[in-house]
């Protein structure tokens, strides 16, 4: 069971070749996850390799299968990243999740598509470029005092915008980006954003994340701390309909994002199913589960 851990130069720790590499700020959590990893891989008899995500085929040659692991600049280059996926999948290595699951997962209108399938999510408004305008018109719609601007192919809060009607976009100002706007909800900077992180279909565990003094994104780029929570019946069931709703076969791995609706409920704010930080700190038994989900997965190749 050898295990190539796709990663990207932000991430992936320096070599004796690269001693002036620059990491990203949040390149520690990869290291932890590959910390969780390695040790129940290697007592199974395998091995985890960490690799460049645009690394030669060759590189992979050994291999029996893939983790998309930390490769955290795939928003940049969504259709190289995919055909690299498929190029992977074509020399028999089985690839988690794979690039079906990444097709749907790596553009947020699925998120459109979970809600048409009953799941409650954020309300949104589609916009292929949104402007200064837009954002007007959309805190109109919403009855809201501030909106969040988000890529529909993004990832880890870079690149998107808060908005209020104190604070309006520059008069030039547009996305560039196709983009979901949304209403900010304060149940983030009073709750939290809740992470709960299933493997092979089960709950593993579960996290409370809040951001920094003067900030709204609670990624630790930002300042973000997060905390291990114990969900309730129902929470875990509210995030277990979100993964019961994917189309396909169960993904490998998966973290759902929720919020509290104001009614007690959970909202969906995103199902991360292609290289989610799986918080291992929090979840102790990380690495022994996705280890025995793996060796499961590939006695049935």
Not at 1 to 6: D, G, P, R, T, V
Not at 103 to 113: A, C, G, H, Q, V
Not at 162 to 175: N, T
Request: charged content about 25%; overall charge negative.
């Amino acid at each position: 069971m050898n295990i190539a851990f796709l990663a990207c130069p932000g991430t992936l720790p320096p070599t004796g070749g690269d001693i002036g590499q620059t990491r990203r700020g949040d390149a520690f959590e990869h290291d932890l996850q590959v910390a969780a990893l390695r040790p129940p891989i290697e007592a199974a008899g395998g091995t985890l390799t960490e690799i460049h995500w645009r690394a030669p085929l060759a590189e992979f040659a050994g291999h029996d299968c893939v983790l998309l692991g930390t490769a955290w600049d795939y928003q940049d280059h969504a259709a190289e990243f995919l055909a690299k996926l498929e190029e992977l999948q074509r020399l028999d290595l089985a690839v988690f999740n794979p690039p079906e699951c990444v097709r749907w997962n790596i553009d947020k209108r699925y998120l459109r598509e979970l809600a048409d399938n009953g799941v409650r999510t954020i309300p949104t408004i589609w916009s292929d470029n949104p402007d200064g305008d837009e954002v007007k018109r959309a805190l109109d719609h919403f009855s809201a005092d501030k909106v969040v601007v988000k890529r529909q192919i993004g990832a880890g809060g870079e690149g998107q915008f808060l908005f209020s009607r104190d604070e309006l976009p520059a008069s030039k100002w547009s996305m560039g980006h196709a983009a979901m706007i949304q209403p900010f909800l304060p149940a983030i900077k009073q709750e939290g954003e809740l992470s709960l992180v299933f493997i092979d279909g089960e709950f593993s565990h579960a996290i409370r994340k809040t951001a920094a003094d003067g900030e709204y994104r609670i990624q630790s780029l930002y300042g973000g701390r997060e905390e291990t929570i114990t969900p309730s019946g129902a929470d875990i069931a509210a995030a277990g309909s979100v993964l019961e709703a994917f189309p396909g076969d169960t993904p490998l791995y998966a973290r759902i994002d929720m919020v509290r609706a104001g009614d007690g409920g959970l909202m969906l704010m995103e199902a991360e199913a292609i290289e989610p930080y799986l918080y291992p700190e929090q979840g102790p038994d990380l690495g022994e589960r996705i280890t025995a989900a793996i060796q499961r997965r590939l006695a049935l190749l």
